[in-house]
Nanobody, 119 residues
Framework: QVQLVESGGGLVQPGGSLRLSCAAS????????VNWYRQAPGKQRELVAL???????NYADSVKGRSSISRDNAKATVYLQMNNLKPDDTAVYLC?????????????WGQGTQVTVSS
């Protein structure tokens, strides 16, 4: 059974920073691409950042220059460092592990961690 557990969310003032973590168990984590999504009330789910199994990264324009995604395969954990946070960053942040082969697709999701940016 594959499990993803997000942590690191919380209440932070505008301009502050948070580091979100996504810890995996039950699988060969290093083989998976990992995506961070966010879901704000009344808005569509947004892909915030991704890191491939090979370590390539990509970011949404909304967080580019303020965020950094990294992975530690030995700890089966992906991190999302978010700096200069804005009220618009308020959302539930969800971790997704994705693996695609010639004849299969595997997707796993965590339960999410709440990020609230407010003064």
């Amino acid at each position: 059974q594959v499990q993803l557990v997000e942590s690191g969310g919380g209440l932070v003032q505008p301009g502050g920073s948070l580091r979100l973590s996504c810890a995996a168990s039950g699988t060969i984590f290093s083989a998976y691409d990992v995506n961070w999504y966010r879901q704000a009330p009344g808005k569509q789910r947004e892909l915030v950042a991704l890191i491939t199994s090979g370590g390539s990264t990509n970011y949404a324009d909304s967080v580019k220059g303020r965020s950094s995604i990294s992975r530690d395969n030995a700890k089966a954990t992906v991190y999302l460092q978010m700096n200069n946070l804005k009220p618009d960053d308020t959302a539930v942040y969800l971790c997704n592990a994705h693996l695609e082969g010639a004849s299969f697709i595997r997707d796993y999701w965590g339960q999410g961690t709440q990020v609230t940016v407010s003064s």
